[in-house]
C-alpha cells in the first residue's frame, strides 16, 4: 500500500495561538515564608531570609527563611520526637489514612500548587498542571495504599522503620520530588526533615500548610529551607538515620563522602545524558514528538532528559528535517500561558550554565541550528537548540547540560548504537523507537540505564521503580523498591 504523504507545516505562514494565560488570582503567595518545624512554622534562628524569584520576570515572589544548622537540629529533635513517641506506634492503617488525607488534599488544591510551581520554577503551567501536581497526588496514594500492608509486600521478613530521613531535592520538580521522598518514607513508618532547593522552596511550604491542614501529628514531616549549607547540615547531623537526595553528581559524591563510616542508609538520585535512539523502523513522527518531548518540553530540565539522540543514517535526514519544523512550532514564553512549550530556565547561573555548552558547542565544531523565535524582554530564556554532528568525546555529549539543547549523532548497527549509548559515565534513562518488539528486548537488556523507554518518552507512575546506574546514582524511588529504600528488612 502506497504510504500517506506527511503533512508538514508551512514556517512561512504567520499563524499562531492567541495567549491564553492561566489566572492567578485564585492563589495566595505571602510575603514571607518561615521554617515548618514540629507542627509550626518557625522563624529562622538567625533571623534571616533570602528572596524566591519569578524566572519568567525576575520579580520577587516572596521571601524565604535561611535555614541554619541550628534550625536543622531543632527539626532533627522534632522528627526524632514525634518518631519515638507518636508515628513509630501508629498501626500502618492509622499512619495510611494520614498519607490519604494529604493525596485528597493535593488534588483539590491541585490548581493552586500547579500556578505557584509554574510562578517560582518557570516550568510551564501545562507541565505543572498535567504533570507534577496529579503525580505528587497520585505518589501519595500509591504509597498510601502500601502503610499496612508492609509485611505482603516483602514476604518473609519483618520490615522495621529506620527513624528520621533527611531528604534534599533540588528545582526541577519540586513538588513532586517532595512526593516522592514524603510518601514511602511515611508510609513506612518513618519521620522527614526535607529541604526543598533554593530558587524553588514556595511548593514545599505550601505542602506544609497543607500537611498542617491534614492533621499529620506534629513534627512527622518537617520542612527546612536554605542552601546547599543547610543541606549538609541534614545530612551531617548525627540524628538523621537515612538521607535521601536527588540533584547534581557533584553534590551526591559530598554526601557520599559525608556519610562514609555512619551506619546511616542512602539513595542518591544525580544526574543524567540520556540516549534516545530512533531505527530506521520507528514510527518516524511520533519518535519526532518523542525528541520534542524528551528534551524540549520542561526547557531540558529533568534528569532524565533525552539530550543525545542517536538516528540510524538511513532516517537522517528525514528525522532532522522534521525535528526542525517542529523545533519552528514551540512557543518560548509565558510559562503561565496554556500554549506555551518552553517555559523559563530557572535561574539566571542555570541559564549561564546553558549558554556556556551552547558556546563550546559552537566551539568544538558541530554544527548549531536554533529557530528564530521571539523572547520575552524580562527573564532567563533558551530557545530550543540542536547540535549536529557532534562526536562521541565532544563535551556537549559527554556532560549534563540541564538545558533545552540536543546533540545528534547518528549509527548504523544495533551493537554500533548499545556501545555509543553506553559511552557515558550517567546511567539514568534512555528511550528506543523501533516497530520491532525483539529489538526492544534486546536493547532493554544491554543499555546501562535504570529506566529504558519503549516508543515513548518521560513516562512516569508512581508503581515503576526509577533510578540510575554509574554516577547517575543508586537505589529506587518509586514501586515497592522505593518503599524498599524506608525499611530494615530483616
Ligand atoms: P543543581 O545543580 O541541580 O542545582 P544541586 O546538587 O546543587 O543541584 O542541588 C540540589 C539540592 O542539594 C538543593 O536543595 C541544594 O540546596 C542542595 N545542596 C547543595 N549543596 C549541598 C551539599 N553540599 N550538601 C547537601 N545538600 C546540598
Partial sequence: MAKKKQVEVDLNSDWGYSPAPESKGHIKIKPQYDQFIGGKFVKPSNGKYFDTINPANNEKLSSIALGSAKDVDKAVRAARKAYSEVWSKLSGKERGKYIFRIARLIQERAREFSVIESLDGGKTIRESRDVDVPLA????????GWADKLEYAFPNK???SLGVAGQIIPWNFPLLMAAWKIAPALAAGNTVVLKPAETT?????????????SGLPDGVVNIVTGFGDTGAAIVNHPDVNKVAFTGSTGVGKIIQRAIAGTNKKCTLELGGKAANIIFEDAPINQA?????NGIYFNQGHVCCAGSRLFVQESVYEEVIRKLKHRMNTLIVGDPMDKNTDIGAINSKEQLDTINKYIKIGQQEGAEFYQPACKLPKKGNWCPPTLFTNVSQSSRITQEEIFGPVLAVQTFRTVDEVIAKANNTPYGLSAGIWTDKGSKIFNMTTKMRAGVVWANTYNKFDPTSPFGGYKESGFGREGGLQGLSAYLNLN
Fill in 158 to 160: 519483618k520490615p522495621t
Fill in 137 to 144: 497526588a497520585n505518589h501519595f496514594f500509591y504509597y498510601a
Fill in 201 to 213: 522552596s514556595l511548593t514545599a511550604l505550601k505542602l506544609a500548610e497543607l500537611i498542617k491542614d
Fill in 288 to 292: 519526532v514528538e518523542g525528541i520534542v
